[in-house]
């Protein structure tokens, strides 16, 4: 390893131009000419539209346009659309809604938006947009998602506002094997609405020239080529050749920046109308009632265990509140990566599981950070802590007579683990944590009125999304690879082209200490270009933690040819042949001798000439490959959670936390942790203080931060975090995704900490300290001791 190659703790080359304010967010773009857009969005979850009257808007100062969902419609421009297709138990396709980008006919939750104001300045947009009388019939809201199936129907297409049933695994098997057990732990399980809040509010710019009837899209984007793919292919704005999508630096994304919306759509159409730049840029109010939340499942689980122990079955009904309308791009992948992943760390025989989708007047869910896989985790690991407590047994005992011990494991429910040491990670978590001198600290802060408990959570998670094969039993045939091109300057310098794109994970550190190391150049020689259709190749973008895993094998790919033509052009230069040239270190040299010539000089000979060894190359260093994986790569560890509560006010400190992951081979250490540290604070938030809230009348109660807790710096300890090793097969870096594990491991280690203080399982997240006040008042005495 060199000072800044593969495994240095390398400082992020990104980060000097965000400290000193010189970064380039989409909302720091300005075109000449540039207008703004305001939305009329709906005060109403569920409402039929009667009139749009926008007379007094359009007389209003520096106004360009009113447009309505009537002129998208009048246009012939297309819906968004849901692009992971999955099937129902009977064998039914989902049950997709029209979502036209500005609502026409009906509104279905609040924020919809109904018609957009373009003017001059935002303040006259926004004056205007008061302007826009709408009449609306309202309707009768469905909030609940327990009780979708029983409200008023949302979308025609949707019988019982029900999108799909789906199921997974063996139910006669897992009903045989619950039959035979000799204790069986049951427990409601509620996985609470998030609202992702990145620091960068969301953001479009849409710019036509009409000389050449070519569209420019900056947006806050975590996928430029596939925003560019869906609006062309599928809403229909533009062929795809006349379009073209740059998302400059992102500030944070959790997922929530994947999808198309209803504004980038709108936009492009509005500049196309008006013939000037139009620019839009939510307002933190906005962000709540539009951008796609995470996690709201109702779940029903039971675990199944002999006398000893071992785990036989388990069985999960789990209700999905999709929200209003279907996501753009992914909605049903939460529900995928949900249902494929309870089995969690354990060897268990059997496991069925029943997913109902339904529609609800809110807004639509989809992928936030773990997209399904924090879901499964708190199912799980809620089940096996429980299970112990009611069998008497030690948690961490119970888990490591369930563990699975080799590899590759095929689960019941599709995933096929590749490799893994469940154990190592839970011995050096127990070590880290102290957890034999718990007692100790227990009975200290019993003497000061307090209690006091541990919780673990033994998680692992699927990532690198997704080779066709592992999604393929789902209809979504879909093999989510990326793409790498590298080009070798004259002068030895290395620019990276990559499908991948960054908000906020540091790629241009890691990819850069990638190439560094491989060709043995400057760190500071390596430069990374993503984000911008028109400059790199076709690429998949970045989510589900798949960057290192997925996009840097696919710079791999480009060098591995890069090396081999290199030496052909080396042969050349040192008169030898290619089968005698050894590269290391930045250096071409010939076997057995001291003759070498430098990567720099070698790039430039390949620029010079072109015939070496009577071979004819093509001038240059530059080479592109992709990359499709075989599998996922499965991260996995333990985090134990110490908590101490106030009896007297519910108020709960976190006062210790251990993470140890397994994330195979780790490219950048410090950024790793980071990662670790930002997901395990989004987890604890889930656990203890976020919720998003509606009213029975589809009202978001949360819609500011104001109602809206996120976790401060004051609410988190000081972490404790190492890892263990144990290499992906399925990629040449060995690299096991890292973004999302905190975010995965958290909810279940928090909640598990907090119950086994308080004594009692009755506690649904967020666990506020009105919640665990509460909960304490429904305990029993010996419970609470």
């Not at 897992?174 to 069986?184: S, W, Y």
């Not at 999960?316 to 279907?326: E, K, Q, S, V």
Request: charged share 20%.
């Amino acid at each position: 390893m060199s000072a800044t190659g593969i495994g240095a703790a390398v400082r992020r080359k990104e980060d000097l131009r965000f400290v000193t304010g010189k970064g380039q967010y989409t909302d720091d773009v300005v075109r000449p000419g540039e207008t703004r857009a305001v939305f009329v969005r709906s005060p109403h979850a569920r409402a039929r539209i009667k009139s749009i009257d926008a007379a007094e808007a359009k007389k209003m100062p520096g106004v360009l346009a009113v447009l309505t969902g009537a002129d998208l419609a009048a246009d012939k421009i297309g819906n968004l659309i849901c692009g992971w297709m999955i099937h129902s138990k009977d064998g039914t396709p989902m049950k997709m809604a029209p979502h036209p980008a500005l609502a026409a006919g009906t509104v279905n939750h609040v924020g919809d938006a109904v018609a957009v104001v373009v003017a001059e300045t935002r303040a006259q947009a926004r004056d205007a947009a008061e302007k826009v009388t709408v009449a609306y019939e309202v309707l009768p809201a469905v909030v609940d998602p327990a009780q979708a199936k029983s409200g008023p129907q949302i979308h025609d297409i949707a019988p019982k506002n029900t999108i799909y049933e789906w199921s997974l695994g063996d139910a006669k098997a897992t009903e045989a094997a619950f039959a035979t057990a000799q204790h069986v732990t049951r427990l409601a399980i509620v996985n609470n609405r998030l609202a992702p809040n990145a620091i960068e509010p969301r953001a479009a710019l849409a710019e036509y020239d009409a000389g050449n009837d070519h569209l420019t899209l900056w947006n806050t984007s975590q996928n430029p080529h596939v925003a560019r793919l869906v609006i062309s292919a599928f809403v229909g704005i533009t062929p795809e050749h006349k379009l073209r999508v740059i998302a400059p630096d992102v500030g944070g994304g959790f997922g929530s920046k994947i999808f198309i919306y209803p504004e980038e759509v709108v936009c492009l159409w509005a500049a196309r109308k008006i013939e000037r730049p139009v620019k839009w840029t939510a307002e933190r109010s906005e962000a709540f009632v539009t951008d796609a939340h995470g996690r709201d499942h109702v779940t029903q689980a039971e675990l199944a265990l002999d006398l000893n122990g071992k785990i036989l079955a388990l069985r999960a009904h789990t209700i999905a509140n999709l929200g209003a309308y279907m996501s753009t791009f992914s909605s049903s992948v939460p529900t995928y990566l949900y249902a494929t992943l309870l089995s969690g760390q354990y060897d268990i025989p059997h496991i069925y599981c029943e997913v109902d989708a339904v529609y609800t007047n809110t807004v639509p869910v989809d992928a936030y950070r773990g997209a399904g896989r924090p879901e499964a985790t708190f199912v799980v690991e809620r089940l096996v802590e429980v299970a112990a407590r009611e069998m008497g047994l030690d948690p961490v005992d119970l888990r490591k007579r369930n563990f699975i011990k080799s590899f590759p494991h095929q689960t019941p429910v599709i995933m096929a683990y590749d490799a893994g040491d469940y154990s190592a990670s839970l011995k050096k978590a127990l070590e880290l944590a102290d957890v034999k001198g718990f007692g100790k600290r227990k009975r200290e802060s019993a003497r000061h009125g307090k209690l006091r408990g541990l919780g673990y959570s033994t998680y692992i998670e699927a990532c690198g999304i997704a080779p066709s094969q592992a999604v393929g039993s789902l209809g979504a045939g879909v093999g989510l690879w990326e793409s790498a091109e590298v080009r070798v300057n004259p002068t030895g310098s290395v620019e990276v082209l990559t499908g991948s794109h960054a908000h906020g994970q540091g790629h241009e550190t890691t990819f850069a200490q990638l190439v560094s190391e491989r060709l043995g150049i400057p760190f500071d020689n390596v430069s990374i270009v993503h984000g911008d259709t028109d400059k790199v190749q076709f690429g998949m973008g970045t989510y589900g933690s798949r960057s290192g895993a997925v996009g840097m094998s696919a710079i791999v790919k480009a060098l591995d040819k890069i090396e081999a033509k290199a030496k052909k052009v080396a042969a050349y230069m040192l008169e030898a042949a290619e089968g005698d040239i050894e590269f290391k270190d930045g250096k071409f040299t010939v076997a057995g001798t001291d003759r070498s010539a430098a990567f720099g000089d070698v790039a430039l000979n390949a620029y010079i000439a072109h015939k070496f060894s009577g071979q004819d190359l093509e001038p240059g260093l530059k080479e592109t490959s992709f990359y499709d994986p075989t599998n996922f790569t499965f991260p996995a560890g333990c985090h134990i959670c110490e908590v101490e509560i106030d009896r007297d006010t519910g108020k709960t400190e976190i006062v210790n936390w251990t993470a140890v992951d397994d994330f195979g081979t780790v490219i950048n250490p410090m950024i790793v942790e980071g990662q670790v540290h930002g997901g395990i604070a989004q987890g604890v938030g889930q656990a203890l203080l976020e919720g998003v809230v509606y009213d029975k009348d589809g009202q978001l109660v949360s819609g500011s931060f104001m109602d809206y807790a996120m976790p401060h710096a004051h609410d988190l300890p000081s972490f404790k975090v190492e890892t263990t090793e144990t290499k992906s097969p399925s990629n040449p870096l060995g690299i096991k995704g890292c973004g999302e594990a905190g975010a995965i491991a958290a909810p279940a280690a928090v909640i598990n900490a907090i119950t086994d203080a308080i004594g009692t399982e009755q506690l649904a997240m967020p666990a506020t300290a009105q919640a665990v006040w509460s909960a304490l008042q429904h305990a029993t005495p010996r419970q609470a001791a």
